[in-house]
Structure formats: structure tokens, C-alpha cells
């Protein structure tokens, strides 16, 4: 008998910036950050509910020093022109802030059990002076009319910086073809609660629009969901394509016991029916650098559509 999702509750334990993806033969992969920050790790299941006990299998560990050997942060599985390949984050023990966008590519068509090999530092385009020199994380990638898109979070500015959402469209699985555009950036004061933060894509289409959320402010209860929209096959590189909500579309609630909800990913059920993946707390006070604690858990939530075609986060 098909096991009942849980909805709205914590689902997998100490598993921060989960992502879900489902394959074109319905398997489901499971990963995401370790408390550790060491490792990439990798589940599979038939069905989204047997992630929760699937084997953890450790397909990659940080390097002892040099770049990838602090802070492996915010993996994200993705099968793009016929290959496998995980992006993530790392830093340097030597720097443990210096924090850049990495690739791997699987060598084979099973990623629990083939070989990964590194591919290096995500590369920009020729002409693109900007893009991965400062502090640079949380990539999602994504088609629409033929194009892959690469969205990723990087820090600008002096003092304790801002965190912006930028976007490119890819020439390979691990090259821009163009240079960086300015997706959105904290403008509001939801965004700017402890940090000044935009973080943490995912990317949802319906009835032809793309539905673009991030995670804004601090790691703590402020943490919530924002939102932009675009219409697909519009000109995702022109900024005036994407329209951004003036309020977030999910924060926390107290009442529920779900705190600094955030760093989401979108996936199916098996019925077909759209989920969001997301993170957040149990608990209001948190113990020590929010960072560090461990205690952000996976959980699920039903997406509903409202008659205007747009995406309904409700804990309801």
C-alpha cells in the first residue's frame, strides 16, 4: 500500500536546502545540505514518501584543504543533455568564507552508484568579468524554449554585503553563455532581517509562466520565501521580464510550529500533483549561530493553484 505523505511537518531529519528531483523514469533522488557541511549525499526512491528511509549514500567528501574543503552547502541534482551533474557550493578551509559554485559530473547513467568526477569552479562567460568572484552559492538550473538558465545567489558591496539573485543562460553544463543580469536583490524589509539576503532558487512552471522562488534575511525565524514570475519563452535575460511579489509567499507560523521556512525545490508526485520541498525549524529559539544548528528538517507541501494560475503555498 502507497504510503501518505506528510505534509507540514518535519519529514527528513537535519537535512537543510533539500532538493527532490524526479527522473524521466519516475525515480525520485534525494539531497541536501549534512550538518556537517563535508559531503554530498544521494537517496533514491520509487516514490517521494520512501525518501524518508532510503540509504544515504555518500557520493562525494570535501577536500582536506583548497577549494571544496569547508562548507559544502546546497547540492542540487540535475540531468542535463543526457548527463548527470550536481551543483553545489563550497569554501576553502584556508578561507572558509571564500565560497564558490561547483560542478560534478556522473560518469555513468546511475547516480547512487557511479562514479562522480569534479569538474571545477562553475565557468563564466569569456566576457564576463563579474560573475563567481565574491561569495557565490545556492545555483539552480532550469529550461524553458529550448535554453538552460543558471539563477545563483552572490554577495556584492562592502561591509556585511548583499545578497543578490543573478541569472545567465548556459553555453554547457558547466560554462555561462552570457554575462550575469541582475535578477532581484533585498529591496524590502522582509529581505533585510539580520542579513541583507536573496538566496536559494527554485524554479516551478504552470500554464506557461515560470514561477521563480528564493529565501530572504537570516537563517533564523525571519527566514522566508519570496517570489517572481516570468512568462515562458519570454526573454528571461531582460529583468523586465520577471515581476516581484511585494510580499513573501511563505514565512513562518507560530501556530503551526514551523519556523524560517525556506531554500525550496519543486518536484511531483506520483499522481502528478506539484510539491514544494522545503526546509525550516521546529523550534523559535535557536541554540547558537543559526549556521550551526542543525536543526533545520526537510518537509513537504501540497502546491495548489489559484484561478488566476498562480502558485498557492498554504500549510493548510
Not at 568572484?133 to 545563483?152: I, Q, R
Request: hydrophobic share 35%; aromatic share 14%; glycine share 8%.
Amino acid at each position: 500500500m502507497e504510503k501518505q505523505l506528510k505534509f507540514n511537518e518535519p519529514w527528513i531529519l537535519q537535512r537543510a536546502d533539500p532538493y527532490v528531483y524526479r527522473h524521466t523514469d519516475g525515480t525520485y533522488y534525494f539531497t541536501a545540505s549534512v550538518p556537517e557541511y563535508d559531503r554530498i549525499v544521494l537517496r533514491e526512491a520509487d516514490c517521494i514518501a520512501d525518501l524518508e528511509t532510503a540509504e544515504e549514500v555518500t557520493i562525494w567528501k570535501k577536500h582536506e584543504s583548497g577549494p571544496m574543503s569547508e562548507h559544502i552547502w546546497a547540492p542540487e541534482l540535475h540531468y542535463v543533455q543526457g548527463k548527470w551533474y550536481i551543483y553545489f557550493a563550497g569554501g576553502e578551509k584556508e578561507d572558509i568564507w571564500k565560497i564558490r559554485p561547483y560542478v560534478l559530473e556522473c560518469e555513468g547513467q546511475n547516480p547512487t552508484r557511479d562514479h562522480w568526477r569534479e569538474l571545477g569552479k562553475m565557468q563564466r562567460a569569456d566576457e564576463d568579468e563579474f560573475s563567481f568572484e565574491a561569495f557565490s552559492l545556492d545555483a539552480t538550473v532550469f529550461e524553458d524554449a529550448g535554453n538552460y538558465y543558471y539563477v545563483w545567489a552572490e554577495k556584492v558591496g562592502v561591509g556585511k554585503q548583499i545578497s543578490n539573485l543573478y541569472i545567465a543562460q548556459m553555453e554547457s553544463a558547466h560554462k555561462l553563455r552570457t554575462v550575469q543580469v541582475l535578477l532581484t536583490t533585498p529591496d524590502y524589509d522582509w529581505e533585510r532581517v539580520g542579513f541583507w539576503v536573496n538566496e536559494g532558487p527554485g524554479v516551478i512552471k504552470h500554464d506557461g509562466k515560470i514561477f521563480l522562488t528564493y529565501s530572504a534575511s537570516d537563517t533564523g525565524v525571519a527566514y522566508c520565501v519570496g517570489m517572481l514570475t516570468a512568462e515562458s519563452g519570454s526573454d528571461l535575460l531582460d529583468p523586465l521580464s520577471w515581476k516581484k511579489e511585494r510580499y513573501p509567499v511563505l514565512r513562518t507560523d507560530e501556530s503551526k510550529g514551523i519556523y524560517g521556512p525556506g531554500h525550496n525545490s519543486f518536484t511531483r508526485d506520483e499522481a502528478g500533483n506539484d510539491i514544494m520541498v522545503y526546509h525550516a525549524r521546529t523550534e523559535a529559539k535557536i541554540e547558537g549561530n543559526p549556521l550551526y544548528n542543525p536543526n533545520r528538517h526537510a518537509h513537504l507541501m501540497q502546491v495548489r493553484w489559484d484561478a488566476d494560475g498562480r502558485p498557492v503555498f498554504s500549510y493548510e
